[in-house]
Structure formats: structure tokens, C-alpha cells
């Protein structure tokens, strides 16, 4: 394919949009309301179809006015709704943006000879045109949608930097913002009105499906990625900008490789964003579930090593060979970690293999000492104070032996002799 | 209809008696299939709705419908792939109904393994396979067999679309549903109010929440043709959340919810059938949402006027007892029972005042002479009532909860009006049967 300048222009119009939508998405999200810019985001038809059947024109003021008006009224309607009418928020919502969708779904049609909008542009738009519906500003000659989406990004900028800190204190404790003076209610509305004037602005050249999408997705991907709020927002940016760069170039090179000659921009900006949510998804460093599954792997490994060399160290207490034992039926863990964990120990030098058998390097008795040490001084700690059957002792002591530190061992008391009559290794201060 | 008419014209040409007849009673073919289609949809999704309501789970079946456009274009694709017949309803029927079922496995997906809350899953799910699916759709117009141009009909409904075949289907379903809904009343019962004790009861509580999503799942499917994605969780939700201002057992709130479900599928027929331009799903979804606000508003069950009577009456009696109060301690304590002496006790507005002694009046719990006012035998027993409890509930802070006296007046000011002979009874046991003669706090002092 080839790149032209209406490309360029396509790539920067659809980030604009979305990087203003991403600014009260994050506040969304956070305040656990993406939903209501779901619902406002659909609620903006019947807005604009007001504003059209009342003024018979297409002026974007009357537009924009309209949609913020019926935005707010469904923020209004979902409150009332779940305050006076008992029924719970994610209901109200439903209720609320159904039936006014409808209603805007009626009047559009009762107009529809008259209008070159129609109810399927609403949702997909046409970024695809933007470029052709152009405006002169100075001596430069600049796609409308652009100037449009970039005026809503700059004033959800503006907006967000002066009540930065109102927003972030409702957000996250709206108790407190009462105490400080702060109006939550003020605010929840501040943001509605952003979201419904976002909506607008927005769902002309790329449609309402995207604008929900870049409202919600790229902000929930950044709230795995990091715990800052201001982080938050930036990252949520470039996300959406990535995602919005990526859905276009996608939705250009992919299709033709399969014999189409391409796809609907905005729905392959709304696909590559949710890829992209995906991604942190699963490999987050923080709440990613590969990262997760990996974190869990490294102490399931630190957990068989030490009970290695725990092992090991009973075996030289006992002063048998472990020629006879295996590790696996002794530990019930299986071979390939066994395995695993014997190379770890051996480049850790905490065992050395004097064939045909395994034995602990001086370094490692050290340890497998301090392990067992903290196996032994939790069985007496249990005993003394949770007197149970002493076979039951083991179980629990296994398990936390593994988190005991030394400090928690000069915590644990000093004892000779476990309740088994074993001798506990003495401590290496000593 | 004819282009060249002013914007503002959407007058139409008013039906004739004869011709709302006919359809009114389903004479004419096309619109009995459209309209007996919609009422049997009706029927079954205010069924499902009802416990999806109940399960707060309205909004996983809005995923859930926007996840279905996929589905059916995926359907579509492959079934033209395999040389099929394209458009075969049921083919892409199953489609749309895998995709659902993929939503909201996504949903729960996220929400079990991030820190993001159900909304957040909900939207994201929604919108990036809804995204899929326009992106789907797209390359499905471009196939040069099977004719996609249709199936952008799914995403706002086209009920004219409809044959006598789907109707049959939609009917059949509905059946279907209704029993299965019968037959697992009780254990969806506990499944919405309370899972663990269906747990408790052995109870598999997971497959039943698999079989209710399921339902849903099967409702937004054939929804989809008449009512449209968008819309679907509409005739869901919106039934069944009018139900709840009816009625409060779940029977009856499952059959009040079919009711206006079916009601609201024939009123929207018929409506769409005899205006023209009003497409038939958003209309169905404009009559439910009218019955909501009618419900919402004059429901018996916490509907919005019948909240506010309420209200009125307690505040009615509230300040009823308020005065007999303040006349009784004022007559108490031999200074003149006059109209400025009663609206000095308490900062009440004294056009309020008069009101209530002149209700006093009417009540025949006091009279009047000149500027003076004085309780009839009537009046002093039911004063006397009050100030008792309220005196009671005064001592009983004073002695129990460790309550400065001079505090425990506005405390008294609202427990008074509530205090039931049994919690009267407990209290005197408590504090000894005298008659409470006097105030524990100097009534010149309020706190």
C-alpha cells in the first residue's frame, strides 16, 4: 500500500479523539464508572437528533449542546433512578441508555430524509472521510475532526490539570473530599459534562463503539500498569495512541494479505487497543497474570531447594547415605523440578555431587542448618502453645519454615531439643 | 416519506379506525408474524430478565449482546467458506450465541485475574468485540458469494425481516425457556438472594449460574432480529425492573414481568406497524421504557408517589405528636397556653403552628377560647401518651446509655414517635411502672 497524506491525517485525527477520551476514561475507571461512559457515549444519538429536529440544521454548537444536555440528563436519570427507584446502578444504567437510545433510534428515522447521519455512522463513524471535510485556519487547510477533537482534548487537559488533585481525592475517597471542602457530587457531574462533550466531539469522525472503547480500554490497561495516578494518565495516552496509530495501519495492511481490500478503521482501532489491553493483561510486571504465574513458580522453586537441602541435612544427621533415596519420592515433587532445583543448588555451591552421591558443600550446610533450625523451633513454638498431636506439628512447621526469617527465629525462643527429640541445629550467631 | 418535505414535517397520515383494527387484532399476515414474534420474545425475555436483574448481572448481558456481532459474522464467513448458504438464520443463530458465551467467560476472566472491577471488564469486552465484529463485517461485504448486505440488520434489528419460520422459532424457544425457568425455580431463587445457602442445600450452584447465563445468552439471540444488539438487554432488563414497583414474591414477579414484556412486544407492534418511519425494535424498547416511568412513578411497591405519601403521612403524624407535646408542657408549667408560648417550645415556622392547632381542633384534641388553647380530655390522653415515651426513652438514656440529661432531648425528640407498646413495655420493666410525672431535664433547657 501507500502511504498518503490523508493516512497521516486518519492516524492523527483518530489520536487526538483518543487520547481526549482517555483523559476522563482514566477517572472512569477509576471511580469504577466506566459504564456510565458507556451509556453516555450511546445517550449522545438521541442528543444530536434533538439538536437536529429542533434547529433543522447540522450547527455542531447545537449539536454539542444537545448531546451534553441529554448526557447529563442520563448521569441525572441513573442516580435518580438507583436512589429514589431501589434498583441497582448497573440496572439504572441499562434502563436509562436503552431507552433513550431508542428514543434517538425513533427520532432519527422520523428525520431520515432530511439527515446525511444516519444511525450505523453513530457507531462506526467515518474516519475514513475525515480528511475530505476540511477547514482554512490561517493559511493552512486543516481536516475539521482534527481541529474538533484536538479543542477536546486540550480542554479535558485544562480541565483535568485544574482539578487534579479535586479528582483525585473524589476518586479514591469521596468521604474524605466532603471533609475537605470538596463536593463529590460537583465533580461527578464536571466529569459527566467531559464525557458527554467528548462523546460528541468524538463520535462524528470515529463513532461511539471507538469512543467507548478508548474511554475504557486504554485507561483499565494502565491501571495494571502502574499505581501512580499521574502515571495513569500518561501511560492511558500513549496506549491509546499507540492502539489508534496501530488500527489504522492494521486495518490498511492486514485485510489485503487475505484478498479484502481493507476494514473498518475504527472497529480495528477498537480490536488493536483491546490486543494491546491483552498484552498487560497477561504480561503486566505487577498485576500481569504471566508475571503472576512466574512469581508463583519462583517460590514454588525456593521452596523445593530449600527442602533439599533440608533433606539433605537430616540424611548427614542421621548419617545416611542418600544413595537409596530419591527426591522425588521423598519430597513428592516431580523429577523435572527435582532436577531443576539440584543444578540451582550446584551453581549456587550449596551442594556438590560426589558420585554417586549428593552432599552438602560447607556453605550449604549453613543453610540447610538455618532451614531446618526454623522447622524445629516452629514445632516447639506450636507445641508449647497450641498443644496438639505432634505428628500434626510437622505439617505446619514445614510449611512455615520457608517464610521464617532469623529475626522471627530469635523470636521463636531457644530450645535444645524439638518436640520429635531432635536436635535443633544452634544458631550461626552463636 | 416523500423527500422534499420541510424538515420540521413529520406529520403522517392518520391510520383509519378500520385499519388500526386489523391490526390491532392481527388480521393482516406480515404484521401477526412481526407481532406474535415480539410477544412471545417479550414473554420469555421478561422471564430470564428477572433473575438476570436479580443476579446484578444487567449489564454482562449488554456485553454479552455486543459480543454476538462477531459471532455472526464469523458464522456467516465460514458457512459461506463451506459453500453454504450464507444466511442460514440458525447457522448464524449458534454463531452469535458462542460469541456471547466467549463475553462473558472474557468477563469473568478479567475480573477473577486483575485488580479491575466488573464495569471495567464489562466495557472492555463490549466494545473491543464489537469492534471485531464491524471489522468482520466489513470484510464480510466484500466476499464475492453469500450476499452479506443483511447482517448489519442484526445490530438495530429488522423486524420486517422476520418470516413465519422465526416467529415459530422464537415461540418455541420462549416455551422452552419458560419451563426450564419453572422447572428451576426454586434453585435459581437461591442462586439471586442467596448462593450459599443454595450451596448449603448441595445445590450445584455453578452449572445453574452456567444454565441462567445460557438463557440469556439464547434471549439476546433471538432478540437479535428483531430488537437488535444494541437494544436486546433492553426488553431484558427493562420488563423486569418495572415488575419490581408491582409486586415483591418472585412468582408474581416473573409473571408481571412476561406481562409487560409480551404487552410491551404488541403495543410496539402495533405502534410500528401503523406510523410510518418507527422502526419496530426501538419503538418495543420506547413502550417498555414508558412503562418503567409509569411504574417508577405510580408503582404500589416504592414507587415514587406512593414513597412520598408515605413520607407525608409520618411527618403528619410526627408533627401532630410535636404539638400535643409542646401544649402539654406548657400547660404544665401554669404559664398561659397562648399561640406564642406553643411556637416558642420548638423553631417551627408559625404558619405551621396554626396549622396543626387548627387540625388540633378539628381532631377534637383541643379548643380554643380567645387566644388561649387547651387540650380536651382527648387530646390530654394522647398527649400524655407521648410525653410518656418520650420521657421514658429520655431516663432510659439517661440511666443506661450514660447520656448527660440536658443531651438526651433530641434523642427522645425522634425515638418517640416510633416506640411500640411491646418496646413501652420493655422499657417500663426496666425502669419501674411509676408514671413518669415529670421531665429528668429542665424543659427550659434544650439541647
Redesign the interface.
Known sequence: MIWTPIDTWICVIASLCAAACVLPGCIL?LR????M??AIS?TVLPGIAIAF?VT?SREPTAMLIGAVIIGLLTAFLVQA?ET?????T??A???VF??L???G??LM??????VDID??CV??GAVEFAYFDQITIGSWAVPRAAVVNGVALIANAIIILIFYKEFKITSFDSALAMTQGIRPSTMHYLLMTMTAATAVAAFETVGS??V??M???P??AA??LTDKYGAMFLIAIAIAIVGSIGGHIS?VTI?PV?G?????T??????V??FL?FLT?IFSPK?G?WS?AMRRKRVQQDIIREDILGLLWRLEERSRENSDISFENALCIPKRSVKRAIRHLQKLGNICLEYPLWRLTEQGRKEAALIVRSHRLWETYLDKHFPQDVYQLHQSAERLEHVTSTQMQSRLGDAEKDPHGSKVPPSPDN | MNAGHSISDVSFVFPTAEQIWRVLVLEEYNTRVVILGVMALGIAAGIVGTFLLLRKRALTADALSHATLPGITVAFMVMVGLGMQGKSMFGLMVGAFIFGCVGVLLILGIRRTTILKDDAAIGIVLSVLFGLGLCLLRLATEMPTGNAAGLNGFIFGKASSMVAGDTKAISIVAICIGVIVLTLRKEFTALCFDEKFGAAQGWPILRLDIVLMSLVAIVTVIALQSVGLVLAVAMLIVPAASARYWCTKIGSLLLVSALIGCLGGWLGGVVSALVPRMPTGPVIVLVCGGWFVFSFIFGPVNGIVVRLWKVWRLNRRVAMQHILRAMFEVSSEDTLCNFESIANTRSWPQTQVKRLLSRLERHRFATRKGNCWSLTALGMAEAKRVVRNHRLWETYLINFADIAPNHVDRDADMIEHVLGTSMVEKLEALLGNDPITTSPHPLGERG
Open positions: 475507571v469504577r464508572m466506566s459504564l461512559g458507556d450511546h429536529l433543522g433512578i429514589l427507584g431501589k434498583i441497582e448497573g440496572a444504567i441499562g434502563i436503552t431507552v437510545f431508542a428514543a433510534l425513533v428515522r422520523q428525520a431520515v430524509d432530511h444511525p450505523d457507531l462506526y463503539i471507538l467507548i472503547a474511554l475504557i480500554v485507561a483499565s491501571y495494571l486495518a485485510p487475505f479484502f481490500s481493507g476494514t473498518s475504527a472497529g480495528a482501532m477498537a480490536v487497543v483491546g489491553f493483561w498485576h497474570v503472576a
